[in-house]
């Protein structure tokens, strides 16, 4: 009984595996399947074992090469190899010898003001800040100036249209500019030197004004005629680049103005306001107005321009004070003593009027009419010659000069030599006009201390180079402009004040 009990479970065992063969061989090459699946665990093994011999035997390398290192070092540490502060070695990054010079500029200068505030005390006063601007509350003469200027805009963009229209002949419109850029340039001076509620600050910000909307309109007027000039030749239409490309060429579908669409009060205004002297057609903007961007910025321009006038309060004006002894009265060593305490304050208070107008202002000014060039200056503090500091530091009076006066010049015969010296001249005549104007008195010192950048540039690019020409550059920064600060002073001393009353700039407990 117990055989036909096995028996009949081994013959069930067999049907039930002949059946599941059946299936298998039904559905498929299982048992290939089942081949495959054996033979890829045992690749995935081998592979693992690969790997992890690979891995030994990248270690053992590795182990051995450090090995070697190691005896190498103990038998050599020397390689050839330049100092670090030497050119050779090809090393820039001094940061951190930066933030030190930086950090001691700061305690240097914070103990000679400290040592101010125990001597004079606060000498900070707004209300006299106001008076700088105004004599008679009931007089604004720099406002009204300003506002009399949008008679010079209208008449050159009027002037213009006449000209396209054919109107106007050629010599009548460079005629009627030429005009009305002389008087735009002696009318203001007038004012400044008869009208006696004008202030020298007032009269300072009103010709500033003044000498940037000649130069514009010197531009507006060049390129407007290179436009005539190009139609008159049966060029193509012109753009910002006198060549005013086909529709396909323009990105993002922006809308180019061709000559003469650009003779509209809104684009002759967008000029006048936007940071540059240089006209175009179609000046390059920028996609939207960045908030954060424009908030900062101005917070900027309200930071810097409060901080230097309670510098120049409480900081230059006690210096300028204790330097009214005429100069006939001083010797050198005096003389010498007094130009050193100016320097170091009249140059820091320089760079913070640099950064708070070229960067915060017309950035600000930039970002919001979409202005897109913001090059307004160049690394002008790497200067290895003079040339390159005038080249760089202001980029919208450079690239007027290049395009309107110099290039000019060449184009007409003159040598380069010539050429750079009637820039430097144009320059020289501005800068004294800027200072001697509202100061109502003529010294020339301004005009000479331009002038004489043309030899120093050529003593410095002759005989120095590299770092030793830098270091010339920065000293004739740092020297140069308080010399001429001082000199203006004393002169302004001696013609208003000679009877040997003191500036009316603080009264000070102390001389």
């Excluded at 240097?108 to 008679?136: C, H, M, T, W």
Aim: aromatic share 14%.
């Amino acid at each position: 009984m117990s055989d036909l009990n096995v028996n009949g479970a081994l013959t069930r065992r067999r049907g039930a595996t002949l059946r599941a063969a059946t299936v298998r061989a039904a559905n498929g090459d299982s048992a290939t399947g089942t081949a495959s699946l054996v033979d890829g665990d045992v690749s995935l093994h081998d592979g693992q074992r690969t790997r992890e011999s690979f891995l030994e035997l990248a270690a053992a390398k590795s182990e051995k090469k450090k090995r070697r290192v190691e005896v190498g070092d103990r038998l050599s540490c020397h390689k050839a190899q330049e100092s670090l502060l030497s050119s050779a070695s090809g090393y820039r990054n001094y940061r951190g010898v930066i933030n030190w010079c930086v950090v001691m500029l700061v305690l240097s200068n914070a103990r000679l003001f400290l040592e101010n505030i125990l001597k004079y005390g606060i000498l900070v006063d707004p209300i006299q800040v106001i008076s700088l601007f105004l004599n008679d509350p009931y007089s604004w003469p720099a406002a009204c100036l300003l506002i009399v200027s949008n008679v010079f805009i209208l008449v050159a963009l009027y002037t213009e249209r006449q000209l396209s229209k054919g109107s106007l002949s050629e010599f009548a419109g460079f005629l009627v500019h030429c005009i009305n850029l002389s008087i735009l340039l002696t009318f203001p001076a007038a004012v400044v030197l008869w009208v006696p509620s004008m202030t020298s600050v007032g009269g300072a910000i009103a010709l500033g004004f003044y000498t940037i909307l000649f130069l514009k309109l010197y531009s507006y007027e060049d390129v407007n005629r290179w436009c005539r000039e190009q139609s008159t030749a049966k060029a193509k239409k012109l753009s910002r680049s006198l060549s005013c490309p086909s529709s396909q060429q323009f990105k993002g579908g922006e809308q180019k103005v061709c000559y003469p669409g650009n003779l509209t009060i809104k684009d002759m205004y967008y000029f006048v306001l936007a940071p540059t002297l240089c006209y175009e057609l179609n000046f390059p903007r920028s996609p939207k107005i960045r908030i954060q961007f424009l908030l900062r910025r101005l917070f900027e321009m309200l930071f810097f321009i409060q901080l230097l006038v309670f510098l120049t309060q409480q900081w230059m004006v006690p210096i300028i004070q204790s330097s009214m002894k005429p100069l006939e009265d001083m010797d050198l060593s005096l003389m010498t003593e007094r130009l050193l305490r100016l320097a170091v304050p009249n140059h820091l208070l320089w760079l913070m009027f640099f950064y708070w107008f070229f960067h915060s202002t017309m950035n600000f000014t930039a970002e919001l009419l979409r202005f897109g060039d913001r090059q307004f200056y160049n690394d002008w503090w790497n200067s290895e010659s003079v040339t390159y500091f005038w080249q760089n530091w202001n980029i919208p009076v450079h690239k007027w000069c290049l395009r309107h006066f110099y290039k000019p010049l060449l184009r007409k015969g003159f040598s380069k030599m010539f050429s750079q010296s009637a820039v430097f001249f144009l320059s020289a005549f501005f800068h004294e006009y800027l200072v001697s104007v509202p100061l109502r008195m003529f010294r020339l010192w301004a005009f000479t201390g331009m002038m004489a950048q043309l030899p120093l540039a050529w003593l410095v690019g002759r005989f120095l180079r590299g770092n030793y020409g830098n270091a010339a550059v920065w000293i004739s920064i740092i020297i140069g402009q308080p010399f001429a600060v001082l000199m203006y002073v004393h002169d302004y001393y001696v013609m208003n004040y000679g009877d040997g009353d003191l500036l009316p700039l603080t009264l000070l407990d102390e001389q």
